[in-house]
């Protein structure tokens, strides 16, 4: 049975920096797309960060470039986001997502992946 959980999440400061964890279990992941996304109330589930073949493609959304960094661990089974210079348009729930058959040109598209996370709450505020 595949499991994503994700940790990390909390209550940070504008300009704070967070780093979300999201371990695998069931199978791995190593070549597979992974990525994070996340959603605000009342928003749609947007893409935030996604790589594929731990990391040989990785992409991020514009509004976080520059300031968020997706990495992997093959070893461990484990994504991460490093998440600096917070805004509090950052605030959302953060999910880690994982798919072993997603094609490249699919990864920005939540609804390309099979497996979720439970989600990780990000709330960036003073």
């Known amino acids: 049975q595949v499991q994503l959980v994700e940790s990390g999440g909390g209550l940070v400061q504008p300009g704070g920096s967070l780093r979300l964890s999201c371990v695998a279990s069931?199978?791995?992941?190593?070549?597979?797309?992974m990525g994070w996304f996340r959603q605000a109330p009342g928003k749609e589930r947007e893409f935030v960060a996604v790589s594929r073949r731990s990391g040989a493609v990785t992409r991020y959304a514009d509004s976080v470039k520059g300031r968020f960094t997706l990495s992997r661990d093959s070893a461990k089974n484990t994504m991460y986001l490093q998440l600096n210079s917070l805004k509090p348009e950052d605030t959302a729930v953060y999910y880690c997502?994982?798919?072993?058959?997603?094609?490249?040109?699919?990864?920005?598209?939540?609804?390309?992946?099979?497996?979720w996370g439970q989600g990780t709450q990000v709330t960036v505020s003073s």
């Open positions: 997502a994982a798919d072993p058959a997603i094609i490249t040109s699919s990864l920005t598209n939540p609804g390309a992946y099979d497996y």
């Open positions: 069931g199978r791995s992941f190593r070549d597979a797309g």
